[in-house]
């Protein structure tokens, strides 16, 4: 069932499992040492789906620099070929737009992901530079 909440509205166990996801794939899986949970999360609005008592699939959102951004998008491994990446972008892009209506939605995108986001109207901006140890691409959406 999929949720969107301001962080005054997730409970205990909601804010434990989007922690231990988020750190499981970005920092584990992808052996990236940093400051994973940061001062963003507290102003985000939390966009999450919960399977069989877990949550699958996880992004956020807030404002930054007079536009609007989003990260920390994932799935749960467990859950992955199931259509939840399209399912969350486009709740992700309708909470934008309720939230934030006609602002410039600007991404820093992992490299490998970079297709994914075109197909939901993104375009590339620059080069490649590192960003938590990862390759990013600058992205943004009207």
């Known amino acids: 069932m999929w949720q969107v909440k301001r962080f ?10 989007i922690f231990y996801l988020r750190t ?7 052996k ?11 102003e985000a609005i939390h966009i999450f789906d919960i399977i069989d008592g877990k949550v699958a699939a996880y992004a ?3 404002p930054q620099n007079n536009n609007v951004t989003f990260g920390r998008v994932v799935t749960d491994p467990q859950y992955r070929g199931l259509g939840l990446g399209n399912e969350l972008m486009k709740y992700i892009l309708s909470t934008i737009q ?5 602002q410039l939605i600007e991404i820093e995108a992992q490299v490998q992901v970079e297709g994914f986001y075109k197909k939901f109207g ?4 620059g080069e490649p530079f590192l960003f938590n140890h990862t390759p ?7």
């Open 8 to 17: 005054s509205e997730l409970s205990t166990k909601e804010l434990f499992d």
């Open 24 to 30: 499981k794939i970005f920092v584990v899986d992808q």
């Open 32 to 42: 990236r040492i940093y400051q994973e949970v940061d001062e963003h999360d507290p």
């Open 60 to 62: 956020r959102i807030f």
């Open 98 to 102: 309720k939230n934030y209506p006609n």
């Open 122 to 125: 993104f375009q590339t901006h």
């Open 136 to 142: 990013h691409l600058k992205m943004t959406k009207i």
